[in-house]
């Protein structure tokens, strides 16, 4: 990223504020404190609504300074001294503050207003993801990286992979080489921490697997405690093999599915797999500036229940209520493919497209590509 990119971002963030008549907005979630400043490190970002940011490092100074596309960054020794070192930036008598209430800690929340007791704070959350929904030119190329390495991944997968390999050692082959190129080894997910994993290698009735998470097949997991991904279980002749992985390489993410049948696989799931495919297809055309996503869900849903399909669709029973997700510098932000949703899309939007079919005691069927959406329908970066 360039200072130009951080620039631009905040002067749309600033507008944003503007607009809405806020003091500035104190930012302290990860990813966007590092889309607004460069750096993720532990900080406190204060944003004006005019004027120079000012970033306040809880930790490492010295890292902070170095990372941020920022001119000013002081040292926090106190989480009691951001009202005194604001004012000492000229920033007193601050009365509508934004946060990032969707991702706020209460103690945290608790904590501001004891230090601004006069203020009125205001959830600013919605503001940055809807900035973040658009990407430029420079973050869709930090995609189109993430997916070339991600494709040199899921080709090494399918040279290496044979039946009687246990789901962990398939996931052990897929990971050790991802690292290689250069993958982050996590993923970062906005919310309560999940215990999130690389990704889910599931062969067989295992990948039909629904669990905890608002996905629609979750793998069987090692233990409890961690209720998703690659099991000990043996991928068998005949069986689907699922695998579904978060590429991330660099700052950006990418999100991909495979499933890998053979011709012994029960004729419902090499229906399904079709059935998948051409949702995907039909999805992807219809995905246009000017459409709403919760049109681009209504398709696939349709289209699932013509081909007599539609309680297999996206789960069994508790079904979710999404096709795909929005996806960047984490693995789930907006647009969300979901029922009902009225967000409009836009040229540079980027999702994930995920239909998939699961059928409990048999396995699942689907894919999943990573897009960005053009004036003439969504583009898969992934391959």
């Avoid at 969300?336 to 396995?363: C, H, N, S, W, Y």
Wanted: charged residues 20%; contains cysteine; glycine residues 10%.
């Amino acid at each position: 990223m360039t200072t130009t990119e951080y620039k631009e971002r905040l002067k749309r963030f600033q507008e944003a504020l503007q607009a809405r008549e806020l003091d500035g907005a104190l930012i302290f979630q990860a990813a966007d404190l590092y889309y607004l400043s460069g750096t993720a490190q532990s900080c406190h970002l204060f944003v004006p609504a005019t004027g120079e940011p000012l970033l306040l490092a809880y930790r490492d100074t010295t890292r902070a300074q170095a990372e941020a596309a920022l001119n000013q960054v002081l040292p926090l020794s106190s989480f009691k001294e951001i009202p005194g070192l604001l004012a000492g930036a000229g920033w007193s008598g601050l009365k509508r503050l934004g946060l990032e209430m969707d991702v706020i800690p209460l103690s945290l929340f608790r904590r501001y207003q004891e230090l601004f007791p006069d203020c009125q704070w205001v959830d600013i959350s919605k503001i940055l993801r809807s900035q973040r929904m658009l990407k430029s030119s420079i973050e869709l190329e930090a995609l189109r990286y993430a997916a070339d390495r991600h494709a040199e991944v899921f080709k090494y997968i399918s040279s290496v992979i044979r039946p009687g390999m246990t789901e962990l050692e398939i996931a052990a082959e897929f990971e050790g080489y991802a690292r290689r190129l250069g993958h982050q080894g996590t993923k970062r997910f906005r919310g309560q921490e999940q215990g999130m994993i690389p990704g889910i290698v599931a062969a067989g009735a295992n990948s039909a697997l629904a669990s905890c998470f608002d996905i629609p097949l979750a793998g069987q997991g090692l233990t409890p405690l961690y209720p998703l991904g690659p099991s000990r279980h043996r991928w068998e002749a005949g069986e689907p093999l699922l695998i579904d992985y978060a590429g991330v390489y660099g700052d950006y993410t990418v999100d991909q599915t495979r499933i890998y049948l053979d011709a012994d696989v029960a004729p419902v799931l090499q229906k399904a797999q079709e059935v998948a495919m051409e949702i995907a297809a039909r999805v992807a055309e219809k995905a246009r500036p000017g459409v709403t996503a919760g049109e681009l869900y209504d398709l696939a849903v349709k289209m699932a229940s013509r081909a007599g399909l539609g309680e297999h669709f996206m789960g069994h029973g508790r079904q979710v209520s999404y096709i795909g997700h929005g996806i960047g510098l984490e693995l789930n932000e907006w647009p969300v493919i979901a029922r009902g949703d009225q967000t409009v899309l836009a040229t540079g939007m980027a999702f994930a497209l995920e239909p998939k079919f699961v059928f409990p005691g048999q396995g699942s069927a689907g894919v999943e590509d990573t897009y960005v959406v053009t004036e003439n329908g969504a583009v898969s970066l992934t391959y």
